[in-house]
């Protein structure tokens, strides 16, 4: 069965740090477009950063630039979001989203978009950022 699950949430103060992991089961991530996302309550669903198989180009969404670095380890088939500085607002449950080994999209902006189409998505890990 093909599938990515993330790990790593969990309860921080502002300020704080947390590192987000996305595994894959099933294909490889190296040769697949990888998305973060995250959803608050009452809010629609965020891109927050996303990487081109292909170059490694990344895009990071404004909230998020200077604060979030998006990375993959080939060798465990993981990509990580590296969190610095957390703020209340960046309270929401995170996805992972991962395309098809191959897939080629136009830019890594794109692979953020509200229209673009991922093939998998995990079931998300709660980031809650609070005193």
């Known amino acids: 069965q093909l599938q990515v699950v993330e790990s790593g949430?969990?309860?921080v103060q502002p300020g704080g740090?947390?590192?987000l992991s996305c595994a894959a089961a099933g294909f490889k991530l190296d040769l697949s477009n990888i998305g973060w996302f995250r959803q608050a309550p009452g809010k629609e669903r965020?891109?927050?950063s996303c990487i081109d198989w292909r170059d490694g180009t990344t895009y990071y969404a404004d909230s998020v630039k200077?604060?979030?670095t998006i990375s993959r380890d080939n060798a465990k088939n993981t990509v990580y979001l590296q969190m610095y500085n957390l703020r209340p607002e960046d309270t929401a449950v995170y996805y992972c989203a991962a395309d098809a080994p191959g897939?080629?999209?136009s830019t890594a902006k794109a692979l953020?978009?509200?229209?673009?189409?991922?093939e998998y998505w995990g079931q998300g890990t709660q980031v809650t950022v609070s005193t």
């Not at 953020?112 to 991922?118: D, F, K, M, N």
């Open 9 to 11: 949430g969990g309860l």
């Open 17 to 19: 740090s947390l590192k």
């Open 46 to 48: 965020e891109g927050v």
């Open 66 to 68: 200077d604060r979030f």
């Open 103 to 105: 897939k080629i999209a």
């Open 112 to 118: 953020c978009g509200p229209i673009y189409v991922h």
